[in-house]
């Protein structure tokens, strides 16, 4: 079996990514790259890179100074700045370790602004209209296309009337390319979910690692086009929906400017 690793270390490499320590969080993670650092459930890893979506969750969350959310926030890449902006965040993550490094990492002074939530999508729960906005980067693409629908219509419920949702996946256009024909022709016989990725080993640019990756077990890409559909089917309306030009993802990691997509849904009312 590879372990988390073994695989972060083969796609870093494969990035291009350079290799060294992250002292914060060495310890618990085992291994981080420059721009990226190892999450400890086998998940894949956070990149320090923030995109516009991340960013703008951020002003938006410290200008408005109501309850923001971030889900699957790992480390903090979003969560700190958010909490230096002003804002009153809840941070969600599957694995309440990564809740503690985060936790270690904030001001004092901070931390009357932060609530620490462990769950993971689509199990989690928050009561209705409980946030202001939402942010779920890099989460939905380790989900099933069920669970992904389930989960979109919980967190759409969990905004106000008027609240933001911003939402970030990996597509295929990027150290997944090996997908695009199945991908692009699962589209136009208008599968559902044409992402879904089995033996991730497999779709890796160049040879095959000579081990197999076993977790996670499969990845569910997507692009801007299913992320706003999977919006509009929750009841939200699509402001913004777009690929995500990656340019830290260098060597094979990097293909044409679509390496990540994302989205930017409101919920429909008045705030």
Not at 249 to 268: H, K
Request: charged share 20%.
């Amino acid at each position: 079996m590879t372990t988390v690793t073994g695989w972060v270390r083969r796609l870093a490499g494969r990035m291009g990514l350079r290799q060294e320590p992250a002292p914060r969080v060495r310890a618990e993670a085992g291994w981080s790259g420059n721009g990226m650092v190892a999450t400890l459930n086998g998940t894949g890893f956070m990149f320090e890179v923030r995109d516009r979506f991340a960013d703008d969750f951020i002003r938006f969350a410290g200008e408005s100074g109501q309850p923001v959310l971030e889900v699957g926030c790992a480390y903090g890449v979003a969560t700190i700045p958010a909490l230096e902006a002003g804002a009153r965040i809840t941070a969600s993550d599957m694995d309440p370790r990564h809740l503690e490094i985060l936790r270690s990492k904030v001001p004092d002074h901070l931390l009357p602004g932060l609530t620490l939530v462990p769950g993971a999508l689509p199990g989690m729960d928050f009561p209705p209209a409980s946030f202001h906005a939402i942010l779920c980067s890099r989460v939905l693409h380790f989900l099933a296309g069920d669970d992904i629908d389930a989960s979109v219509r919980r967190m759409a419920g969990w905004l106000v009337p008027g609240g933001r949702l911003y939402l970030v996946a990996d597509t295929p256009y990027g150290i997944w390319r090996r997908k695009i024909p199945e991908y692009e022709a699962a589209r136009q016989r208008g599968e559902r979910w044409p992402g879904m990725l089995v033996g991730l080993h497999n779709y890796l640019p160049g040879t095959s690692p000579p081990t197999p990756i076993e977790k996670p077990p499969f990845m569910n890409l997507l692009d801007p086009e299913l992320l706003a559909r999977t919006c509009r089917d929750a009841g939200l309306t699509v402001l913004d929906a777009a690929f995500i030009p990656r340019p830290d993802f260098i060597s094979q990691g990097r293909m044409d400017d679509r390496e990540n997509a994302g989205v930017l849904a409101v919920r429909p009312g008045a705030p």
